[in-house]
């Protein structure tokens, strides 16, 4: 049985409920292309632009990046899709130009609400990686300027536009399951002991502005792995507290969200989590095992990173998986298939869904769906709250397992019912940036 809070409108400066009605203004005719400049050409930047590029309507406009071989990257791979965007080196200039209608934004997470808020108040629609943010009132904020401003802001959960995950949500809300009373959503993967390494501070890269890097982010010396650009590895910044939240934010993201698409992106009542580094020896911050348990109004979901010992939880499930468990049956789903496994003396029959080349299809879907949602001016799949919530839920189980406390949640105020937590949550920018909507 689908089981659902109502929204609240405590996210939105002018009190109202996100509708479709909301967005009004100049809206591109269906054979106009959107010109779109991009924030941030690493690994995650340079997917989207090659997925950007597969959907006819977007126009690759703009390319913006710190790091100069990057932006040399991006700008080869822009020349053989048969596009000649511009390059700059700060993104206020793509904010500044009013030719560009849209942007998106792949850099450190650290970045990702600065540059959402500032792009709708420049009149861009946005597309944001995952997670939405680091602090809490980060998240509400950006959900303000989206309503404010009038803006599509698309998020990275790029997972709901899979097929897989759709069905997923499909068969829960349909009941099929009966009552769940417990989710769980886990990875597990065999991590070296001595990790990233422990590179000692040093120069800054060529071609690097180490400053810009930063940002609002506290000023610290050039180190390889706080930068974490390797050849070998995805980013390592994702490790540091100053710039992500760990495995927490970057795959658990990806694994809570799917429950919160199946039950209306509802949030947990309160939070507890533990973590540490037990085996890893390397300079990141942030731990190598971690348990966080969410009560939900009507279930209880927990996230189990294991990042040394590869084991599955589920034959069916790989390294990573989410899954639901019912009175009736457990639904697993990965990007790899989802899986229906009745329970004992159950009426319900035994179903997969797995190699299915359209349902595994995410990230061009996704774009589509943000482009589609740009001309109708109507809710993205990942629309922008849908992410902060899911973000907030994994950032929540940080601060717990930080701060060694258990958190209660008040979703009317949008924040936690414990005042000594409360400055946490709180955006802490370095000069001269100021989040301000």
């Not at 109202?16 to 690994?43: C, E, H, M, Y």
């Not at 989206?146 to 802001?153: F, Q, T």
């Not at 349909?174 to 886990?186: P, Q, R, S």
């Not at 940002?215 to 050039?222: E, M, T």
Request: positive net charge; charged residues 20%.
């Amino acid at each position: 049985m689908t089981q659902h809070l109502s929204r609240r409108n405590v996210l939105s400066t002018t009190g109202a409920a996100f509708t479709t009605s909301l967005f009004t203004g100049n809206v591109k005719g269906a054979n106009d292309r959107i010109a779109v400049g991009f924030i941030g050409l690493g690994a995650m930047g340079s997917g989207n632009l090659g997925y950007a590029m597969q959907v006819p309507g977007f126009q690759p406009a703009a390319l913006c990046d710190v790091y100069q071989p990057h932006l040399e990257r991006a700008e080869a791979a822009a020349r053989r899709g048969g596009h000649t965007p511009k390059s700059v080196a700060d993104f206020r200039d793509i904010l500044a130009d009013k030719s560009i209608d849209a942007v998106c934004i792949s850099t450190p997470d650290h970045w990702h609400a600065y540059m959402t808020v500032e792009a709708c108040k420049a009149g861009k629609d946005v597309y944001v990686e995952k997670p939405a943010c680091v602090y809490i009132e980060e998240g509400r904020k950006m959900v303000q300027a989206a309503r404010k401003y009038n803006r599509i802001v698309q998020a990275g959960t790029m997972q709901r536009s899979g097929g897989y995950f759709k069905k997923t949500a499909e068969i829960v809300q349909a009941g099929t399951l009966g009552e769940v009373t417990f989710c769980h959503a886990y990875q597990s993967g065999r991590a070296s002991q001595k990790g990233f390494g422990n590179p000692v501070d040093g120069e800054v890269p060529l071609g690097l502005d180490w400053e810009m890097w930063l940002g609002p982010a506290p000023k610290v010396p050039f180190n390889a792995n706080r930068w974490g650009v390797k050849t070998t590895t995805f980013p390592t910044f994702r490790y540091f507290w100053d710039y992500a939240g760990g495995a927490m934010t970057d795959w658990g993201v990806h694994l809570i969200d799917p429950i919160h698409q199946c039950f209306g992106d509802i949030m947990p009542l309160s939070i507890s989590a533990m973590g540490s580094k037990f085996y890893v020896q390397d300079n990141v911050e942030t731990p190598d095992t971690m348990l966080a348990t969410y009560h939900y109004p009507k279930f209880l979901s927990s996230y189990e990173s294991r990042t040394c010992n590869p084991m599955p939880l589920l034959s069916a499930s790989q390294g990573a998986a989410t899954a639901i468990h019912g009175t009736e049956a457990t639904l697993i789903v990965n990007r790899g298939g989802c899986w229906l496994i009745p329970n004992a003396r159950s009426a319900v029959t035994a179903q997969r869904w797995e190699k299915d080349d359209v349902m595994r299809q995410m990230n061009v879907p996704h774009w589509q769906n943000w482009l589609d949602c740009i001309r109708s001016r109507q809710k993205p799949v990942s629309e922008i709250e849908t992410c902060v919530r899911s973000s907030a839920t994994c950032i929540l189980a940080n601060l717990s397992m930080r701060h060694k406390t258990w958190l209660d949640w008040d979703d009317q105020d949008f924040t936690v019912k414990q005042d000594a937590i409360k400055p946490f949550l709180k955006a802490r920018y370095r000069s001269p940036w100021k989040l301000e909507v």
